[in-house]
């Protein structure tokens, strides 16, 4: 299992920061740097050819004691593609991932949805599925100030929190300037909480990932 190595008390409610569709040669770096600053460590999911392209990128993820987990290596939907084409798919990205030295315990699927195959892919690949509770529609390109606004109030204990530091398909936006800007926010917002923000892997022991019960973004219920 990759990740941080975490130094706060476990009876610290955590809450978790996850970044999606990297790495990215400007924004994570960027990104990096304002966790850096916020003193906080988190989660990427990453999708393998980008990881092969940079992985420098992956290396200095790393090296700040962040997660590096496994999203995908086509980012397409599971319901769109046959059991087949994603079991190749997860087979590629880690064989990649383990060739860089990172052997993911959590995956995430592209657009967080999952097939009827899905689970026993999981299982199969000794993998854990993560999905997010609180989706800050940073991809749409929403400045931080109003994604900071409808995603505080939501926050809670356990809370997983889906940002992107990468351009991914569903994308409208054309940086990550504004997720860059929301992590000090955040942090600041979790830690007057009470909470810890961090990576998964300090908030989830073994077994206990998120399922089905937390949305993906694009078929969250209108209203919840
Ligand atoms: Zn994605």
């Known amino acids: 299992m990759t990740g941080a ?4 008390p476990q009876e610290v409610p955590r809450i978790s920061l996850t970044f999606d569709d990297g790495p990215h040669p400007i924004w994570t770096p960027r990104v990096l740097g304002a966790l850096q600053r916020a003193e906080t460590r988190a989660t990427f999911f990453v999708v393998a050819p980008l990881a ?3 992985p420098r990128l992956i290396s200095e993820i790393l090296r ?3 997660g590096v987990e496994f999203h995908c290596t086509e980012h397409v939907r599971h319901t769109e593609q046959s059991r087949e084409e994603v079991e ?3 087979r590629d990205g880690l064989r990649e991932l383990r060739r ?3 052997c993911p315990r959590f995956w995430r699927p592209p657009w967080g949805v999952l097939a009827p195959f899905t689970a026993e892919i999981t299982c199969a690949f000794g993998l854990e599925l993560a999905l997010w509770t609180e989706g800050t529609h940073d991809w749409r390109g929403d400045p931080a100030s109003e ?5 505080g109030p939501e926050l809670r204990p356990g809370s997983i929190v889906l940002m992107h530091d990468g351009i991914g398909p569903g994308a409208l936006r054309s940086g990550c300037g504004e997720t860059v800007a929301l992590v000090e926010g955040l942090v600041e917002r979790i830690r007057f909480l009470g909470c810890e923000p961090g990576p998964l892997d300090a908030t989830l022991t073994v077994g206990t990932s998120p399922t089905s019960e937390a949305f993906s973004e694009q078929e969250r219920p209108v209203g919840t």
């Open 100 to 102: 860089q030295g990172v």
């Open 147 to 151: 994604m900071l606004e409808r995603v």
């Open 52 to 54: 092969r392209r940079f």
């Open 88 to 90: 190749a798919d997860v």
């Open 5 to 8: 190595a975490n130094d706060t």
């Open 64 to 66: 700040y004691g962040h």
